[in-house]
């Protein structure tokens, strides 16, 4: 079964500190993997999309990591902020066909 | 730039009811989609149009109905509500229907369904 599974489920980090969100997934065969942000009441928007030959791509302060052998994929978040307060969604992309297989998200809080 | 816009954004329904979620996009783009997004559930695809005159059906189309009435809308029927519905529902398109092509997210249509 084509599976999308996220760490941790919710998050509350200080402002300025650096986080790091986990993304596994046994969806195959893989095409590439895209990270969103949600914001609260917002539709997705897109920070990153990397295919299987990218290890490493980053959007401003955002930096996701793909390891395809072992099917894992994180986003890193440096010097947060409170604008950085959102739902985080990894999505995964057969190599076949439209769907996206969306995982359930990682909320996370930025505190002052 | 508007993107996609949704509308309405919140609608509450009694059981039975019957409305249409509204989708438009000004990008040109190709296909457009409808997702559900529930609590503690990743977001599913009802139903896909791949381009102007085709629809298909996604991951839970029961319940549903679509027309692509153009290029640039895609629209949502709920015929008969069910509480089972209550949900956040998101517009998206696409250039092309392929897996590597980046999505745009509408703002999404919180329903409820009582």
């Known amino acids: 079964k084509n599976q999308v599974e996220q760490s941790p489920q919710s998050l509350i980090i200080l402002e300025g500190k650096n986080c790091t969100l986990q993304?596994?997934?046994?969806?195959?065969?893989?095409?590439?993997l895209r990270w969103y942000k949600q914001d609260t009441g917002r539709g997705p928007v897109s920070l990153t999309i990397?295919?299987?030959?990218?290890n490493t791509k980053s959007n401003g302060r955002y930096t996701a990591t793909l390891d395809a052998d072992t099917k894992q994929s994180s986003l890193h978040i440096t010097a947060s902020q409170l604008s950085d307060s959102a739902s985080y969604i990894c999505?995964?992309?057969?190599?076949?066909?439209?769907?996206?297989?969306f995982g359930k998200g990682t909320s996370l809080l930025v505190t002052p | 730039n508007a993107g996609v816009t949704q509308t309405p954004k919140f609608q509450v329904l009694k059981t039975g009811q019957s409305m249409t979620l509204q989708c438009a996009q000004d990008?040109?783009?190709?296909?457009m989609y409808w997702y559900r997004q529930d609590p503690g559930m990743g977001l599913r695809l009802i139903y896909y149009?791949?381009?102007?005159?085709?629809?298909d059906k996604g991951e839970v189309p029961n319940g549903y109905n679509v027309s692509r009435l153009n290029k640039r809308e895609f629209s949502l029927r709920l015929e008969s509500a069910a509480p089972s519905q209550t949900s956040v529902y998101f517009c998206?398109?696409?250039?092309?229907?392929?897996?590597?092509?980046?999505?745009?997210f509408g703002s999404g249509t919180r329903l409820t369904v009582v």
């Open positions: 990008m040109n783009h190709n296909s």
């Open positions: 999505v995964v992309s057969r190599n076949s066909g439209y769907a996206l297989n």
């Open positions: 149009s791949a381009s102007e005159g085709t629809t």
């Open positions: 990397m295919t299987f030959s990218e």
């Open positions: 993304c596994n997934y046994t969806v195959s065969p893989f095409s590439n």
């Open positions: 998206a398109s696409s250039e092309f229907n392929r897996a590597n092509y980046g999505y745009t």
